[in-house]
């Protein structure tokens, strides 16, 4: 009886090795699809795809049908050192850098005690003469009258011969006293005039309406016409008109014949990228330039900007037609290339570090052979150009080298 229990408790070998076997034989084929997968999975997201990449630019319309681009600087048509006629030590002066001064505006002073007190002796001279004038009229008005009553008193023969000899004498030689004293008026005039104008030198003014570019002497200076001396200052003050401003840009005598006079300009300053100005050609200078083989053209500005200063760098665009208001503003753009369509939208591959990112888009109007971005991307990103069907969002890249 208890063999019997016994035997009952032994493990049925063969039942459990079926098991076994049939428990394998699912195990092994799930491991290897698993594998197969996440090798897939891995393949695919370590895929590097290459492809050819452009950078999302900005322009202005312009540039679609500028001709000729050439550059040059800006330079004041109108300016002047001013200096002294007379050499003197600076006492005083009344601007600085980047004043405005109207015509005439004293600008400085040089000593001028001497020329002040030669002006008040040729006033006082002046003074003498007027006073010798009027005394001469008075004695001539005296030898008129006797002479007249003399010349009476001898029709009658009340006055001798002689008599009448002396007062026609008198009265000759008072007539030649007024004309010599209104000659001394004259000259103590023109000596006032001479003591003015040489103590006006001494007061600098602005020939013209200008503003002051730089002060090149100060007080306790001395000022010489020819700056000659030691340490002496030849120019006070430079100044330039800055209604006169113009780009002297050079262009190549072969590209001379897509420039003429009042052709439409834009200009562009170094010192602000972002500004463009309107313009026209002012000037075809009527000589050449052998070293360079160039023609120097003057270009106008069209409107007035208290930030174009003189001596800045300039870029000249010769255009087919005037910019009109719209063509001012600076447009972003992309190779149409860059373009999917599906349906009713738009969009691009954005390059992202190593990846791509689909960047919905906004188109606007074509210039030339580039496309006007509303929305989605911006100056500076970059995009894929004929982006392939395999591409998709997230997906490594590598840019393809040209």
């Not at 009713?344 to 006007?372: C, R």
Request: charged content about 25%; aromatic content about 6%.
């Amino acid at each position: 009886m208890l063999n019997e229990d016994l035997s009952r408790l032994k493990i049925d070998k063969s039942t459990a090795i079926v098991t076994s076997r049939k428990r394998r034989k699912y195990f092994y084929p799930i491991i290897a699809a698993a594998v197969i997968l996440l090798t897939g999975l891995f393949y695919l997201k370590g895929k590097t795809v290459e492809v050819e990449v452009a950078n999302v630019s900005q322009i202005y319309p312009s540039q679609t049908f500028t001709v000729l681009n050439s550059s040059g600087y800006v330079v004041a048509q109108r300016k002047a050192a001013v200096a002294s006629k007379i050499t003197g030590r600076l006492v005083s002066i009344n601007v600085e850098e980047g004043n405005h001064v109207k015509k005439g505006d004293l600008i400085a002073r040089l000593e001028n005690e001497d020329a002040a007190a030669l002006r008040e002796q040729a006033e006082a001279n002046l003074e003498v003469a007027r006073a010798n004038l009027e005394k001469a009229k008075a004695e001539l008005h005296e030898a008129t009258v006797n002479f007249n009553r003399y010349k009476e008193l001898l029709s009658t023969e009340l006055v001798s011969r002689n008599e009448y000899d002396s007062s026609e004498a008198r009265y000759k030689k008072a007539v030649a006293s007024v004309a010599e004293a209104e000659a001394a008026v004259k000259a103590g005039q023109a000596a006032l005039n001479n003591a003015g104008v040489s103590l006006e030198y001494s007061f600098i003014r602005a020939p013209f309406d200008a503003v002051v570019l730089t002060k090149n002497a100060d007080i306790g200076d001395i000022v010489t016409p020819l700056g000659a001396a030691a340490n002496a200052k030849a120019a006070v003050v430079t100044i330039a008109d800055m209604s006169s401003l113009q780009v002297e840009a050079d262009v190549s005598e072969s590209n001379l014949q897509n420039v003429g006079l009042g052709q439409p300009c834009e200009i562009q300053l170094d010192a602000f990228p972002e500004s463009r100005f309107r313009g026209e050609v002012h000037m075809i200078v009527p000589t050449a330039d052998r070293s360079k083989a160039s023609v120097m053209i003057k270009v106008k500005f069209l409107d007035h900007d208290s930030r174009i200063l003189p001596e800045m760098s300039a870029k000249v665009a010769f255009l087919e037609h005037p910019v009109r208001p719209e063509d001012q503003r600076p447009r972003t753009v992309i190779d149409p290339s860059a373009v999917i369509s599906k349906g009713n939208s738009k969009f691009v591959f954005l390059v992202s570090g190593e990846q791509v990112i689909a960047a919905p888009v906004t188109t606007g109007a074509v210039f030339g052979d580039m496309m006007e971005v509303l929305t989605g991307v911006k100056a500076g990103d970059r995009i894929v150009l004929k982006p392939l069907d395999k591409l998709k969002d997230g997906v490594k890249v590598k840019a393809a080298e040209k």
